[in-house]
């Protein structure tokens, strides 16, 4: 089992700045990676960032350029630096680990808002 617990979420007015956390804890060692995805409300839940073991990371086009996703190996946790947040930013941020085996993990979400 892998147990994920975000942090960071806030209200930020539009052009903002935010930065999610997700510490990981069990057995990280069966993380093949790691990655943020975004529920707003009435949407699916949709993929945002992703970071392998090694540091290589995607993000999707609608945050590209604005959001970056890091990792700090001693402390098992993964960040999400949100800048020049706009209002469709507006979501329930989740971190999520694929592992080896078994199902992926989920955090229970960050509730970030973007005020206009």
């Known amino acids: 089992q892998v147990q994920l617990v975000e942090s960071g979420g806030g209200l930020v007015q539009a052009g903002g700045s935010l930065r999610l956390s997700c510490a990981a804890s069990?057995?990280?060692?069966?993380?093949?990676?790691m990655g943020w995805y975004r529920q707003a409300p009435g949407k699916e839940r949709e993929w945002v960032a992703t970071?392998?073991?090694?540091?290589?990371?995607n993000y999707a086009d609608s945050v590209k350029g604005r959001f970056t996703m890091s990792r700090d190996n001693a402390k098992n946790t993964v960040y999400l630096q949100m800048n020049s947040l706009k209002p469709e930013d507006t979501a329930v941020y989740y971190c999520?680990?694929?592992?080896?085996?078994?199902?992926?993990?989920w955090g229970q979400g960050t509730q970030v808002t973007v005020s206009s």
């Open positions: 999520n680990a694929d592992r080896l085996w078994g199902p992926p993990s």
């Open positions: 069990g057995r990280i060692f069966s993380i093949t990676l």
């Open positions: 970071i392998t073991n090694e540091g290589g990371t």
